[in-house]
């Protein structure tokens, strides 16, 4: 955006030829900006960018800790090895430069400041500690976008020690380009002073030479009100130019997974918690991608409607798919009929209930058919709630048929021997595969025409239509409410209320 000037620019490897709507109004960034190289975030120049627009390019990270995401002590490293160390969002954490070695060797240091407010807090993060190998885990995020930085987290084996922020922020920055830096903690105003003393323990691939005028250390809104006053000014964001609003809602999205890691074993809890966090990165970038989308599709949208209005206008006449609601009420409203005083009088069916009833009858045998094959061995009590499903299924079946030879007169001459037996109501078949021949069965469309009334076959694909564009299944005939409870209560062991597959007789 910064290098081409306009959103709607193409970048060097994809070069599709744009609209033409699009590149009449192009947005402009201002000329203060200087232009960017391809792949890198900054301009090498950025000294000379106005004063007032440098914060375009700051780096904004945050610091936290989160002890929910703690660790019990059931198996070791060596029964529960950690895969892939140092290759994604975790720090390193074997060799001598990596982490474990830097927390033994400088654990002893100095932990927290003696004020009663931080000793209260260090004092709430190490309670019950027993039976854990580790109390909680710290990272790092950009709090501008909310986005996890790579070995930018680690455990902590009792609260939070300066020794493991120090390295979990090190382990970030020095991968990046520096130019100017705000960094959020809790407790920033005395973290800052120990900061590069401590930078200088660090190891040495972690070394890196970062003036003290280019990094300003800031407390989040909500932790500030604990702090002494002489800390409010220099330490608030309202006083910092360019901040704006930051997040600090990262441990939101993975506490979602505190009780099933909390029994994992070392490698097990960092390979779930680098899917957690992974996935954490890839939805903000996912909507990220959709502002831009939005913005493209306004634009196009705007454009269509200026260079093709007739075609805009066709397409909005289009008649819309009918819902499953909208057939229920003009089948509602045909099953009435006025005579000659405007008095209406119910109709027993119409060529529209006539099809929504074989729909709704083919529903009910899929789902008995697949309950009966999943009771391999049924009990005494569930054949007997199939015999009485079957037995309610089969009476509404011959109900079918028998309005079936109004709508389609001829179909029985077509049917064979055993399908007239079962027109007529003597099969011995099992309701649930016994064929309702619907008019869309007849494979051509001769035979329709032969048998079915005028329309019966496009009221069948319009209905069908409806029930698969609506999202609502067809609805099923609840006349058994009490044996629908029953039997879920003996298949499941849930009522009606909890059972997440309830029986739809």
């Known amino acids: 955006m910064r290098q081409k000037g306009r959103i709607f620019a193409t970048s060097p490897r994809a070069t599709p030829t744009p609209l033409p709507f699009l590149n009449e109004n192009p947005i402009h960034l201002p000329s203060l900006f200087p232009k960017v190289e391809a792949g890198n975030p900054a301009p090498l120049d950025w000294e000379k960018v106005d004063p007032f627009y440098r914060f375009i390019y700051w780096l904004f990270l945050s610091q936290d800790a989160n002890f929910r995401l703690s660790n019990c002590n059931v198996l070791t490293e060596i029964t529960d090895p950690i895969l892939g160390d140092g290759f994604g969002y975790f720090c390193k954490r074997e060799g001598e430069d990596g982490y474990k070695a830097h927390i033994q060797k400088h654990m002893d240091k ?73 960094i959020s903690y809790d407790i920033a105003c005395q973290y800052n002073t120990t900061f590069w003393e401590c930078m200088k323990r660090a190891p040495k691939r972690l070394f890196m030479k970062l003036k003290q005028s280019m990094v300003s250390w800031k407390v989040p809104n909500f932790h500030l009100h604990a702090h002494k006053l002489n800390c409010h000014g220099p330490f608030s964001f309202h006083f910092m130019w360019g901040t704006g609003m930051m997040h600090k809602q990262n441990w939101a999205f993975s506490n979602g997974a505190v009780a099933s890691t909390r029994l994992m074993g070392p490698g097990a809890q960092q390979a779930t918690l680098e899917d957690v966090f992974g996935f954490h990165n890839y939805d903000h970038v996912l909507g990220c991608e959709g502002m831009k989308h939005k913005i493209a599709f306004k634009a196009f949208t705007k454009g269509m409607e200026e260079a093709r209005p007739e075609d805009v206008v066709e397409w909005k006449l289009v008649d819309e798919v009918s819902t499953l609601h909208d057939i229920q009420l003009r089948t509602a409203a045909e099953e009435y009929v006025c005579t000659e005083d405007v ?163």
């Open 110 to 182: 100095k932990k927290i400041s003696n004020w009663s407010g931080f000793a209260a807090m260090f004092m709430t993060n190490t309670k019950r500690v027993k039976g854990l190998q580790t109390t909680g885990i710290g990272g790092v995020t950009c709090s501008r976008h909310n986005m996890w930085q790579g070995n930018g987290i680690g455990d902590l084996q009792v609260g939070e020690r300066y020794c493991n922020m120090n390295f979990l922020l090190l382990s970030v920055l020095f991968r990046l380009q520096l130019l100017c830096i705000v």
């Open 343 to 505: 008095v209406e009088i119910k109709r027993d069916h119409t060529p529209r209930s006539f099809i929504m009833m074989g729909l709704e009858l083919k529903q009910i045998q899929r789902k008995l058919e697949i309950d009966v094959r999943a009771l391999k061995d049924p009990s005494p009590a569930q054949k007997l709630v199939f015999t009485q499903h079957r037995t309610s299924l089969l009476k509404r079946i011959h109900k079918f048929c028998q309005i079936q030879g109004v709508y389609m007169l001829a179909l029985r001459l077509l049917l064979s021997d055993n399908q007239k037996q079962v027109f007529d109501g003597n099969s011995e078949q099992q309701p649930e595969a016994t064929p309702l021949v619907m008019p869309s069965e007849l494979a051509r469309n001769e035979l329709r025409a032969m048998t079915c009334m005028t329309e019966l076959a496009a009221i069948e694909a319009w209905m069908k239509e409806g029930g698969a564009g609506g999202g609502t299944p067809w609805p099923l005939y609840q006349n058994d409410d009490q044996l629908v409870q029953v039997a879920e209560l003996d298949w499941t062991g849930y009522d009606d209320k909890r059972s997440r597959h309830p029986v739809p007789y």
